[in-house]
């Protein structure tokens, strides 16, 4: 089959698809990891609390691990992202700080999420996507919604091509229908973005047939209509 010939068109499409799939990314960093992370982070409080006040002497250093990474937490939750990231002027450590000193205890593993989301808001995205993919991923919705995270690094770094293995694991990942298809969606786009509209076009009808509840079913018929048309155009 012959290549579709090259239209002025096409740049505002690629600018609209990667211009959406930016707008996504951002909304999900505010609506959905950052009150994850916090909820995971109280957790670990509760129970490496609770373990370090029990055996303090056998686990001291994730005792002072927890104590170090408590008021960057706090920075973290007012969006004070440098303050979180690298500490303050009175000595409270940020997260760079509890990953370096304290790298063998949850709380540095855990920093590294902070840190990456920390360096996102930044737009570091470069050093958001490094700190991301060294997190050890354990809980499955958690790690969900990091891998995603560094799908929407890629997406900055202008790297579409490479956002669509994180997608679609995190997607794979969830196996959740609040999540699963928001992934889905991103994936999509970023298929569409990079013209790989066959692919996109089997991505939107998965969300419309596995997740016809999710709030992104909502609009998939236009969006299964747009990739339709685009394979007839090529």
């Known amino acids: 089959m012959a290549k579709k010939a090259y ?17 996504k990314s951002d909304v999900f960093v505010e609506k959905y990891l950052k009150q994850t992370i916090v909820a ?13 006040f029990h055996y303090y002497y056998l686990v001291p250093k994730s005792h002072e691990a927890e104590k170090a990474i408590f008021v960057a937490q706090n920075y973290f939750e007012s969006q004070q992202w440098e303050l979180a990231l690298n500490g303050d002027s009175l000595g409270n450590l940020g997260f760079l700080d509890v990953i ?64 669509v293995s994180y997608f679609g694991k995190a997607a794979a990942k969830a196996n959740s229908s609040q999540f699963s298809p928001i992934y889905l ?8 973005s990079l013209g790989e509209y066959k692919k996109a076009l089997a991505v939107y009808e998965k969300i419309k047939s596995q997740y016809p509840q999710s709030p992104e079913a909502v609009s998939i018929d236009k969006y299964i209509e747009r990739a339709k048309l685009q394979l007839k155009g090529e």
């Open 40 to 52: 995971v982070g109280a957790i670990i409080i509760i129970v490496i609390g609770s373990i370090g």
């Open 7 to 23: 239209t002025s068109d096409e740049p505002t499409l690629v600018e609209k698809n990667v211009g959406e799939l930016l707008s």
């Open 185 to 192: 969606n991103k994936e999509a786009i970023a298929y569409e």
């Open 100 to 163: 370096s000193d304290f790298g063998s205890t949850s709380s540095s593993n855990l920093s590294k999420v902070y840190a990456g989301l920390c360096e996102y808001q930044l737009k570091d995205y470069e050093s958001a996507l490094k700190h991301l993919k060294s997190y050890s991923i354990k809980d499955q919705l958690f790690g969900a919604q990091v891998l995603a995270a560094m799908g929407d690094c890629e997406v900055n770094l202008g790297n579409v091509k490479e956002s």
